[in-house]
């Protein structure tokens, strides 16, 4: 009897961020054919490590852990163990002055509230739990009951209303619900102030992680590298502008680059561009009603001010996050805690992380502009003395975080549902290719069991791939009461525009 041999499936990659170089690398090396397509000048998407002048930047933060085992020898296959540091994890709340342990520990926040504003966020509390506020349908609200004005307007408000960049009255109580549920800043200050109170249901995070030591561009870098010598094609500075579908199938894909546009054929497509962005791009035209759902989705952008600073203006922490009022910086990032590969002998650098929205003022200020308020900000904070930045950068991250508006999940169903009825060989996949919250474990996750459902029609269903199923720094997560397990990371809930 005549073997039949099946022909070798040909995929197309939307972006070379970690989903999508995870899925090249997958593909690759079970000798299928990949064209990976990349708009920016870089891999690695949110993980790049960007370098200036020696300097290199984690844009965000990545500590490299996880429960999920195939992601953790998937990083050791592509790097070698001598390319990895294993990094304490030290992360502290600055507060009108004062640095709060995070996790917050009794003493620690004793001494720094004092005894007399102790006893008054224990009123406070106490006098939520007798006269909760009336409206608790919205993020200020909900945590004002639960843990007290003053507790809330120190460690949830000015941080909250940074990131997503709205009144917290605005934020729907489904997010506190969700974020608040396990660990909460509020409940260990609440524990620190009450010690009598049984401390088990705050859970404990990670106290180290692994970290490639020139950054976790480093990871997708040589990755990159890996799938170009199994066979596979990285091309950069070149985006997908049309998939084309014909016979309930995408049947290729328009790139433009630097030299114009070329048609590639497909018998997959790997999406890892924003949800959004491959609906509109799909052609002919989705439906009016599924068009309508890419227009309801939203994301926060990102910038990091990289100010270099003596190694003594440094401090031991990854990041610092900002709760003092008045700045608008978010996070601070000390990149010599991270390793001290990516900064120079005497100095270090700090990476200011600022939550903006692409076109505001933040986003459209000039480079030199931002610079001296990161300067002027951390002088203000207390971090550095005048004058000890010496030089900074600027990096801009359009489409970092996706927004969860009021209506969100069923505008995502509305497309995935479409999606997989129109060009099922079209495979969603990652942080912005599903609109979800994840962790790059958690995107690379979804990018192998496509690969699977690709080579050997395994039928998963990479939507329930999430990341409180297995959370990379808690231990037993649960599911919410209605049952349902969220959509990755924390995120919030928004209003629906007008």
Same mark, same amino acid.
């Given at each position: 009897?005549?073997?039949?041999?099946?022909?070798?499936? *040909?995929?197309?990659?939307?972006?070379?961020?970690?989903?999508?170089?995870?899925?090249?690398? &997958?593909?690759?090396?079970?000798?299928?054919?990949?064209?990976?397509?990349?708009?920016?000048?870089?891999?690695?998407?949110?993980?790049? %490590?960007?370098?200036?002048?020696?300097?290199?930047?984690?844009?965000?933060?990545?500590?490299?852990?996880?429960?999920?085992?195939?992601?953790?020898?998937?990083?050791?296959?592509?790097?070698?163990?001598?390319?990895?540091?294993?990094?304490?994890?030290?992360?502290?709340?600055?507060?009108?002055?004062?640095?709060?342990?995070?996790?917050?520990?009794?003493?620690?926040?004793?001494?720094?509230?004092?005894?007399?504003?102790?006893?008054?966020?224990?009123?406070?509390?106490?006098?939520?739990?007798?006269?909760?506020?009336?409206?608790?349908? !919205?993020?200020?609200?909900?945590?004002?009951?639960?843990?007290?004005?003053?507790?809330?307007?120190?460690?949830?408000?000015?941080?909250?209303?940074?990131? /997503?960049?709205?009144?917290?009255?605005?934020?729907?109580?489904?997010?506190?619900?969700?974020?608040?549920?396990?660990?909460?800043?509020?409940?260990?200050?609440?524990?620190?102030?009450? @010690?009598?109170?049984? *401390?088990?249901?705050?859970?404990?995070?990670?106290?180290?992680?692994?970290?490639?030591?020139?950054? @976790?561009?480093?990871? /997708? &870098?040589?990755?990159?590298?890996?799938?170009?010598?199994?066979?596979? %094609?990285?091309?950069?500075?070149?985006?997908?502008?049309?998939?084309?579908?014909?016979?309930?199938?995408?049947?290729?894909? %328009?790139?433009?680059?630097?030299?114009?546009?070329?048609?590639?054929?497909?018998?997959?497509?790997?999406? %890892?561009?924003?949800? +959004?962005?491959?609906?509109?791009?799909?052609?002919?035209? $989705?439906?009016?009603?599924?068009?309508?759902?890419?227009?309801?989705?939203?994301?926060?952008?990102?910038?990091?001010?990289?100010?270099?600073?003596?190694?003594?203006?440094?401090?031991?922490?990854?990041?610092?996050?900002?709760?003092?009022?008045?700045?608008?910086?978010?996070?601070?990032?000390?990149?010599?805690?991270?390793?001290?590969?990516?900064?120079?002998?005497?100095?270090?650098?700090?990476?200011?992380?600022?939550?903006?929205?692409?076109?505001?003022?933040? /986003?459209?200020?000039?480079?030199?502009?931002?610079?001296?308020?990161?300067?002027?900000?951390?002088?203000?904070?207390?971090?550095?003395?005048?004058?000890?930045?010496?030089?900074?950068?600027?990096?801009?991250?359009?489409?970092?975080?996706?927004?969860?508006?009021?209506?969100?999940?069923?505008?995502?169903?509305?497309?995935? $549902?479409?999606?997989? &009825?129109?060009? @099922?060989?079209?495979? +969603?996949?990652?942080?912005?290719?599903? !609109?979800?919250?994840?962790?790059?474990?958690?995107?690379?996750?979804?990018?192998?069991?496509?690969?699977?459902?690709?080579?050997?029609?395994?039928?998963?269903?990479?939507?329930?791939?999430?990341?409180?199923?297995?959370?990379? &720094?808690?231990?037993?997560?649960?599911?919410?009461?209605?049952?349902?397990?969220?959509?990755?990371?924390?995120?919030?809930?928004?209003?629906?525009?007008?």
């Amino acid at each position: 009897m005549m073997n039949l041999v099946m022909p070798l499936q *040909h995929t197309v990659i939307i972006g070379a961020g970690p989903a999508g170089l995870t899925a090249a690398y &997958e593909l690759t090396r079970r000798n299928a054919t990949v064209e990976v397509v990349e708009a920016d000048d870089i891999v690695g998407g949110i993980s790049r %490590t960007v370098e200036r002048d020696g300097w290199r930047f984690d844009i965000g933060g990545h500590r490299f852990f996880t429960k999920v085992a195939r992601v953790e020898a998937f990083w050791h296959e592509v790097l070698p163990d001598g390319d990895f540091l294993l990094r304490p994890r030290m992360s502290r709340i600055h507060y009108r002055g004062r640095l709060f342990d995070y996790p917050l520990r009794a003493g620690n926040a004793l001494r720094n509230l004092g005894v007399v504003e102790a006893v008054r966020c224990v009123g406070s509390y106490l006098w939520a739990r007798l006269r909760p506020p009336a409206d608790q349908s !919205h993020f200020e609200g909900w945590v004002s009951a639960r843990f007290g004005a003053r507790l809330y307007g120190m460690f949830f408000k000015t941080y909250t209303e940074k990131v /997503w960049g709205i009144p917290a009255t605005e934020l729907q109580a489904d997010w506190a619900a969700q974020r608040i549920r396990n660990l909460s800043l509020a409940g260990a200050v609440r524990n620190a102030l009450l @010690p009598r109170r049984a *401390h088990a249901d705050i859970t404990s995070l990670i106290e180290e992680f692994q970290y490639p030591k020139l950054g @976790p561009g480093m990871m /997708w &870098e040589r990755c990159a590298e890996l799938v170009t010598k199994a066979g596979g %094609t990285v091309t950069l500075r070149s985006r997908a502008a049309v998939v084309h579908r014909a016979g309930g199938r995408a049947v290729a894909v %328009t790139v433009a680059g630097p030299d114009g546009e070329r048609r590639v054929a497909a018998d997959h497509v790997v999406s %890892t561009m924003p949800l +959004p962005a491959l609906v509109r791009a799909l052609d002919p035209p $989705a439906p009016p009603h599924v068009l309508a759902a890419a227009d309801a989705l939203r994301h926060r952008d990102f910038l990091t001010v990289a100010l270099v600073v003596p190694a003594a203006a440094g401090f031991p922490d990854n990041w610092i996050y900002v709760h003092t009022p008045g700045v608008r910086v978010g996070r601070i990032q000390n990149f010599g805690s991270w390793s001290p590969y990516l900064v120079r002998d005497g100095f270090t650098c700090l990476g200011l992380e600022y939550f903006v929205d692409a076109g505001d003022d933040l /986003w459209d200020s000039a480079d030199n502009a931002l610079v001296a308020l990161g300067t002027a900000e951390l002088e203000a904070l207390g971090l550095v003395r005048p004058g000890a930045v010496s030089a900074g950068y600027v990096v801009r991250m359009p489409k970092a975080y996706p927004i969860y508006d009021a209506g969100y999940e069923q505008a995502v169903e509305t497309m995935r $549902a479409w999606l997989a &009825e129109a060009v @099922p060989n079209v495979h +969603p996949v990652g942080r912005n290719g599903m !609109h979800r919250y994840n962790n790059q474990d958690h995107s690379m996750l979804t990018a192998m069991l496509a690969v699977e459902n690709i080579l050997d029609s395994a039928g998963h269903d990479v939507w329930t791939v999430n990341v409180e199923e297995e959370y990379h &720094e808690q231990a037993g997560a649960t599911p919410a009461p209605d049952g349902r397990r969220g959509t990755g990371r924390a995120a919030p809930v928004l209003p629906r525009r007008p």
